[in-house]
């Protein structure tokens, strides 16, 4: 699809960072006592936030476990945080993506996966540890 309509690769890079990111948590520190869900979390204590969970809330988004790079006006993602920790090459990873995904799409006809795409541990950056692929290279 993105090979035909190249103009959905801005909404197809935030899809895809919504649906698979490569970082699931953030890790932080309670700053003062704060209960929540009624668990009471004293200051200073360290707090990993599944910021994946909140690109799946099926609250926020329709359909959230789907994939769909067509996906109309998408509320934010939590993949590059936010507020003063909102990440500052969020930017240039964002056009880096985009212009991959089109030059990939336009360059590599019917790519497939054609072997194991073993995925990386839980405690570790998600992703594929390999991911064979076969095309058609198109000129």
Same mark, same amino acid.
């Given at each position: ?6 103009e959905?690769?801005?909404?197809a &890079? ?5 649906? =698979? ?6 890790l %932080?520190?309670?700053?003062?006592? &704060? ?10 204590? $360290?707090?990993?936030?599944?910021t994946?969970s ?16 067509? %996906? ?6 939590? +993949? $590059? ?23 990939? +799409? %336009?360059?590599? !006809? !019917?790519?497939?996966? !054609? *072997? ?6 839980? =405690?570790?950056? !998600? *992703?594929? +540890?390999?991911?064979?692929?076969? $095309?058609?290279?198109?000129?």
């Amino acid at each position: 699809m993105l090979a035909e309509r190249p103009e959905l690769a801005p909404q197809a &890079v935030d899809e895809l960072i919504r649906h =698979t990111p490569i970082i699931v948590t953030a890790l %932080r520190v309670a700053v003062e006592d &704060v209960e929540l869900g009624g668990v009471l979390i004293p200051a200073g204590t $360290f707090v990993l936030a599944n910021t994946a969970s909140a690109n799946r809330d099926p609250a926020v988004y329709d359909g959230p476990d789907h994939l769909d790079i067509t %996906r109309q006006a998408a509320p934010p993602i939590t +993949t $590059f945080g936010g507020g003063v920790h909102y990440c500052l090459g969020a930017h240039l990873a964002r056009v880096e993506l985009r212009e991959a995904l089109r030059v990939i +799409t %336009r360059r590599m !006809s !019917s790519a497939r996966r !054609s *072997g194991p795409a073993p995925w990386r541990l839980p =405690t570790e950056l !998600s *992703g594929p +540890t390999t991911l064979p692929i076969e $095309f058609n290279a198109v000129p």
